[in-house]
């Protein structure tokens, strides 16, 4: 079984569209995180979530807005994409501050 | 600033060399540090881990070593094999904050047959 999945794989849209990617792990952590891999492959936190509550939130735009349904759930929704969207996102999870289990990416093309 | 860097970003071995990926960090704070590994459209995978109260740490072929004096981090893999080709990352957090981890550039390890 896969411990942190994520869907879409690929996700292709035009700009000013709406997406959300979704995020489970069956780990029973509870500490999820979005990052974004940029096409350099340098991998930045976005936001993290423990046990539903926010606790991290990076310089990101309020375009993107996470949403964490339980603890289990993390899913990212992307208003009004832009080109500069276009990059590899990766949830994971985590149980207290310790290594990171990742799911395999979403990657985004913004058109 | 705060900032995990690597000093080479590609790293070519052949196989059943000894490889090293080394990582510089500025944060003296950070008290621990993960090594993943990355393989082409796959998530980082967790490779080894260490706490800022030891030196070294080892796996199965592979070696953590941590200098706190000079606030270095190296990866050892032992005789490589192709399967090892990846791009390697070095990652630290500071202890208090969830899983905020701070990733270093990322080195690629091209190993040959």
């Known amino acids: 079984d896969t411990a942190v999945s994520q869907t879409p794989k690929y996700l292709v849209t035009q700009m000013g569209n709406d997406k959300s990617i979704k995020c489970e792990q069956n780990?029973?952590?509870?500490?999820m995180y979005w990052y974004k891999q940029d096409s350099k492959k340098f991998l930045k936190i976005m936001f993290s979530?423990?046990?539903?509550?926010?606790?991290i939130n990076e310089t990101v735009p309020n375009r993107f807005s996470p949403k964490s349904p339980d603890k289990a759930h993390l899913n990212l929704h992307i208003n009004s994409l832009e080109l500069g969207d276009s990059a590899v996102y990766f949830c994971?999870?985590?149980?207290?501050?310790?290594?990171?289990?990742f799911g395999s990416g979403t990657q985004l093309s913004v058109l | 600033g705060e900032s995990v860097g690597l000093h080479l970003p590609t790293l070519s071995v052949q196989e059943g060399d000894n490889s090293i990926i080394n990582c510089a960090y500025s944060?003296?704070?950070?008290?621990?540090f993960i090594w993943y590994k990355q393989e082409s459209g796959k998530g980082p995978q967790f490779i080894i881990d260490?706490?800022?109260?030891?030196d070294k740490r080892q796996g199965q072929r592979v070696t953590v070593l941590l200098n706190k004096t000079v606030k270095h981090l190296s990866l050892q893999i032992a005789a490589t094999q192709p399967g090892d080709s990846a791009v390697y990352f070095c990652?630290?957090?500071?202890?208090?904050?969830?899983?905020?981890?701070?990733f270093g550039q990322g080195t690629i390890l091209t190993v040959h047959p």
């Open positions: 994971a999870s985590s149980q207290e501050y310790e290594k990171l289990f």
């Open positions: 780990l029973g952590h509870d500490t």
């Open positions: 979530y423990n046990n539903k509550e926010l606790i």
């Open positions: 944060n003296s704070a950070s008290d621990y």
């Open positions: 260490i706490r800022s109260n030891m």
């Open positions: 990652a630290e957090n500071k202890g208090t904050s969830y899983g905020k981890l701070t």
